[in-house]
């Protein structure tokens, strides 16, 4: 397949050409000479019509089943009041009157103050079946008073482990439910999904991924159920992403379960499919600030405590020895500048284990950073994953975020030039279903720090802006690195003959694009081994020419 009549941009630094000749699922040439062997032997011949051929994206943070689950039950996502929410919910529930839990997400947690929802709003809707919804951060759920009935949550409930119960003032459970050790209260007793409606949700997950020019991704919080569908998955055909799997460690039983982690790792190795790795094991070292439970280093300026450590730095820095020393990449969600430094020494600390290059251990969010900490992922060889789409003053921002850390410490998250200039390897990924799956609208947030109405002019601290060619470099070859795609027989990330030939195609030149309006660039289609896993505008372009 000879792609033609465009540009294309194998990376940055390796200048532009206009022509890639595609051979067996692989590049076989770039340029005069990809013209020049494609008059020799019989091909299609793609006309790009004066758009932009790249690399392929990667997806260095998300949740694909929990996003494609989200395609069911009440559509409350994206909704800008309780009351539609409420509205939502009791046409579900009226709608399915068989279905004994109703489940959703994920809700927009600025739309009441301090996230904290109650339980007999939802009672208006459905009083006499549990409603069970994800907030938009899914770090909480927010119930009605029969789920939390079913659950045995009442005012004598204490908080959990690695948890919060936020109550009213008599003592009784509110109706939101914090972090894991209280989600788990309702997670058991709440029934899960069918295995065939998860394996719909990671299909569906995926073919949205292709239609934004994604070819590989991490999904970072990955149970043992979990890799059963993406097993089946990737043998019924239906893996149009590479797919690499985060299994999660518990500090609750985190030694207990090692042992099954490896054996789920090598039932993935045994089916040896080429689009389907579980090389990763994720940890969590806080929460998130707009519940406060982000460990910060200093208090919160709306509590008297400074957050929530899920591990505790020694049992932390042993675990991820632990990983390392089994060939695993370690993976840390860290949002307060507290959790990066634990994280940052768990790192260190575990680097014996393994070499460190070996690893290519990734700290995740980095929302919030001491600079004297930024300056350690460059040294100690950490990946810094950035989720680009954050750093805007967006209602998160501005409701939840900037009235608990104070306008100083919130002008210092996101640094993302900083990280850059200081040499530390970045990768960028979405969170999604958290945030927008679509690189464009990351990459557009990057190139500008403002929000999709230009506010504010001139960029939320603009000394963090990253010029478009900088940021298309950390969504491809960036997160190419975290993912090992040079420790493959193909690798993919830059386009260089003998590399996979995982393209994105765009109607127009990014670069060439203001950064509000990438979004609109639209994207014609996505290949993955030379293979059409998108199709948008360009259907019935392709000639073949028999020779």
Known sequence: ?????????????????????????????????????????????????????MPGFGEGHSHPIFGGIEQRGPQISGLGSV????????????????EEWIQGASYNGSLVEGGLFDARWLDEAVPDRPVVLRGWDYHTLWCNSEALRRAGITADTPDPEMGEIPRRTDGSPLGVLREWGAIDLMEKVCPPHDFEVRLTALTTALEMFSSFGITWAQDTWVSADDVEVYLEAAR??????????????????????LPGMIALRQRVRDLNHPYLTANTVKFFADGVIENETASLLESYCTASHSGMRIWEPARLSHAVAAVRAEGFQPYIHAIGDDAVRISLDA??????????AAARPVITHVQLASDADLARFARLGVIANLQPLWAQLDALMTVLTIPRLGRERADRQYKTRTLAESGAALSFGSDWPCSSADPREGIAIAASRTTTGGDPAGGWVPEEIIDMEDALDIYTRGTSFQAFADHTLAPWGTLAVGHSADLVWFGRDPRATAANDLPANPILATYLAGAAT?????EGQLSHVDK
């Open 1 to 53: 397949m000879l792609f033609h009549g465009g540009t294309v941009w194998p990376g940055k630094g390796l200048g532009d050409s206009h022509a890639l000749l595609i051979r067996d699922g692989l590049i076989a040439a770039l340029g005069d000479d990809a013209v020049r062997q494609a008059q020799d032997t019989p091909h299609e011949a793609v006309d790009l019509r004066g758009g932009f051929l």
């Open 83 to 98: 009351d539609a929410i409420i509205t939502e919910v009791r046409r579900y529930a009226q709608d399915h009157p068989d």
């Open 236 to 257: 019924r055909g239906l893996l149009k992403v590479r797919m690499n799997l985060a299994l999660l460690a518990d500090p609750r039983n985190f030694e207990d379960s």
């Open 347 to 356: 790192m260190e600390l575990s680097a014996a284990a393994t070499e460190s």
């Open 534 to 538: 998108y199709s948008g505008a360009h």
